[in-house]
Structures are given as C-alpha cells and as structure tokens.
C-alpha cells in the first residue's frame, strides 16, 4: 500500500508540472492570466493533498519495517521530495506566491517518481541507528537540503528576472513574478531556515562516525565535501547578514552553495565510511 500511496500523491504533483508549462510557454494576455491563476490554485492544492498522501505513504513504510533508514536512493529521494514540498508550502503561506514553484515542481515530481518506482524498504543497519542518531541526522539533512532547493529556486528566478529587466524585456512567465526584493527575500529566509539544520545533522553524523568507528576521518570524501558546503553555507548567511549582500551576488553563492550540496550527496557513492546512499 506505501506504493500505492506515494503514486496518488505523484500524480497529484504531476498538475504542477501542468501549471508549469504552461507559465513557460504562454505569452501574457488577459485569458492567459486567468488560466495561469486558475492553474496555480488547482496545483496549489493538488500539492497540499499531495503532500498528505505523501506523508501516508512514508508513515506506513516505516509502520510495517517498524523501522527507518535511507539506505537507498529511492527512499532518500522520495523522503527529500516530501520534505522539500513542506518548505515550499511553508514559504507559501508566508509570502502568497507560488513562484518558486516552477523549480520546485519539476524538483518534487522527479524526486517522488524516484520514489515510486521502487519499493525497496526502509531498514536500519546498526545499534547506532536504533538509538536514534541516525534518524535524527538524516532527517536534519534532508530538510536543511529541502530548504536550500528551495533558496537556489529563489536564487535562479531572481537572476532570470533581474535579466530580463535589464534587457527590458520582461514580459512572459518574468512579469508575473513577485518585486525582486521579495524573490531575494526567501531565497534568503529559507537559507535562515535550512542552515541549523544542516549545523545538527551533521553534529549527529560526527557523533554516529565516532561512535561506529572510534574517530572522525576528515579525509573521506563524504565528510569532506559536506564539510565544506557547511563552511560556503555559513559564509554565504554572513555575507548576506553583515556585509549587507544581496541581490546577485547573493544568487550566485547561494548557486555555488547548492552545488556545494549535490557533490556532497554524490560523495555518498566514494564514500568509504558513508553508506546511506547504498543498497
């Protein structure tokens, strides 16, 4: 039944890619808005019912394990899905746009397709884990990576609508969009979101890495890269904090901050001590 689940809430997501193609493809006219408008709200909605049978779905995998772990790509890819969905909601509620969404949607629906073309289980794999460690690490990473997604969506429309203003071009999907300051302002909140957890989980992989194998190796791939995406991560929140930074500036090191994370999550595969991401 999970399956079935995660493939109800895949093909409500599925109307936000609908929405989304046709806010890249339409040219703006009166008829067109009204479309695109009606299009956001059904596939604002589908995303909230969606998200909800999501959550079924994770719920009853780990119900019938009685267990929980992310140790394979499917299972990550679709708990990541779920949680990036939840920021973007939240960031809905704050600001009234669903914006972000024409990333976001793309994102979610592939990460949850992911998901629902397997149905490998959800199953820990050390006394480590069962006390609890493991869950909270990862659980804290994938929001803090759900958050920053949401933060380089900001990031990219931000720089695809300061363009075309400049080119005094902004008609289009650009026209429609929020104030730029407003686009600058969650990419920057959800980074204010995502940073502590991103901080806590990896305090807890430190702490499962001590406990598993008596000591951190800051050589391995794994913790490396992470590390260092935490370090542009921080430096990223006090240049935008202190020296004031926004706007471009700010988009392209949120960018490098996010490319920062994906060579963290494929490290996962060179890791020699890492393992979540393996079968």
């Known amino acids: 039944m999970p399956i079935l689940w995660l493939r109800v809430a895949l093909a409500l997501y599925a109307l936000g890619l609908v929405y989304v193609l046709v806010a890249l493809t339409r040219t703006v006219t009166r008829a067109s808005t009204r479309t695109e408008d009606l299009l956001s709200r059904v596939a604002l909605h589908a995303a909230y019912l969606g998200m909800v049978f999501h959550f079924v779905a994770i719920a009853e995998a780990v119900q019938q394990s009685g267990e929980l772990s992310l140790a394979s790509l499917s299972v990550a890819a679709s708990v990541l899905g779920f949680l990036i969905m939840v920021v973007f909601l939240i960031v809905y509620m704050v600001y009234q746009t669903t914006s972000p969404g024409i990333v976001v949607f793309p994102v979610v629906f592939l990460l949850t397709f992911i998901g629902a073309s397997s149905q490998e289980p959800f199953v820990l794999s050390s006394s480590t884990a069962r006390q609890g460690w493991l869950i909270a690490h990862i659980a804290l990473i994938l929001t803090g ?24 071009k902004p008609g289009g ?7 730029l300051q407003v686009t600058d302002e969650i990419g920057f909140r959800s980074l204010l979101i995502g940073f502590p957890f991103m901080t806590l989980g990896l305090a807890a992989g430190m ?27 921080l430096i990223l929140l006090y240049t935008r904090w202190s020296a004031g930074w926004r706007g471009r500036r700010a988009a392209y090191l949120a960018a490098g901050t996010f490319a920062m994370a994906i060579a963290a999550w494929a490290a996962n595969y060179f890791s020699t001590i890492h393992k979540l991401a393996r079968p």
């Open 145 to 168: 990576y759900a958050a920053l997604i949401l933060s380089f969506s900001a990031s990219l429309l931000y720089l695809l609508q300061e363009r075309a203003l400049k080119a005094k």
């Open 173 to 179: 999907l650009l026209s429609r969009l929020p104030a």
């Open 207 to 233: 702490v499962i890495a001590q406990a598993s194998f008596g000591r951190v190796d800051f050589r391995d791939a794994k913790i490396l890269l992470s590390l260092l995406m935490w370090a542009v991560y």
